[in-house]
């Protein structure tokens, strides 16, 4: 268990991807106690500089000796990255807090979302995952109604952004878009397939029952950290041309009607969540609004009319935000407390 008191040492590693940019302006907005500040990436990125608190701040090549007398290590530089420092790290006496899916469902890792299971972060070995960016998302909205009855089971439909892919996936939807318009062909480069005014399944690998990795982190991990092996999930999981906020589509069943009234105050009453609806206007949780905000945006609330024990929800939440930077900050600030 790490006690640390007034303010802390911290790494970030792959500090010049889409959420190690936001993990700086988290760190800097949040005012985190930091006693040291180390910015770590590939080679390709060795002594570039970014700024943090006006201050212009080199960037590293990795290595084992850049652990050392550190006591937190945000990580999101992949799951290859993470695999391969992670001992380093560990060895080094500092926390891993990683963003990558490497460590999620070992057994001996907590699984963390500050609002839902912050005790399972005092039970690190060293690490702690951050979960899946769509799985943070969805259970911001379940877990309130969770908590009053449990959830038997899950429908979820994703509209993923650019973002989840990092920022050269969210910079080759911008010149596609405006290759497209100017009459030019679309060029995947980093995805699989055009984004722009386009959308495909979600390009992770898929096993043996047709389903893909992110829609798997999402039944699995919703598991763990509800601490419920039994709830029953299923995904689709689709990447859509927007820059950086998911959405889904949630249908969630319970053991007995759940009152749509009494859903909502849930939602309007949960930390880290939003409800957003007007029902006259038709307006409710857009990606563009969610970009940039902490909370979850939920609305569109109601009885599922071929299942009286089911509801039907809609979100927008920021992936780079909630759906990772944001939520490996609170983790850290755990470690603080
Ligand atoms: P770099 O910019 O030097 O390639 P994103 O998710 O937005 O694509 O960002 C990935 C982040 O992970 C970047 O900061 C990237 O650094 C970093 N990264 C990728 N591969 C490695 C590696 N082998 N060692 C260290 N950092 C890496």
Known sequence: LLSMSQSCRVAILGATGAVGTELLSLLEERNFPLSYLTLLASERSAGKHVTFKGESLPITAVSAEAFEGVDIVLASAGGSTSKAWATAIVEAGAVMIDNSSAFRMDPQVPLVIPEINPEAARHHQGIIANPNCSTILMNMAVWPLHQV??????????????????????????????????????????????????????????????????????????????????????ATCVRVPVLRAHSEAVNIEFGQPFPVDQARSLIQGAPGVTLVEDWQKNYFPMPLEASGQDNVLVGRIRQDISNPNALDLWLSGDQIRKGAALNAVQIAELLLA
């Open 149 to 234: 009855s449990p959830v038997q089971r899950i429908v979820v439909s994703t509209y993923q952004s650019a973002s989840g892919a990092g920022a050269r996936a969210m910079a080759e939807l911008e010149q596609q878009s405006r290759d497209v318009l100017e009459g030019k062909p679309a060029r995947p480069e980093i995805l699989p397939y055009p984004l722009a005014f386009n959308l495909f399944p979600h390009n992770s690998a898929l096993n043996a029952e047709g389903y893909c990795e992110e829609e798997v982190k999402m039944v699995k991990e919703t598991q763990k950290i509800f601490g419920a092996p039994d709830i029953r999930i299923t």
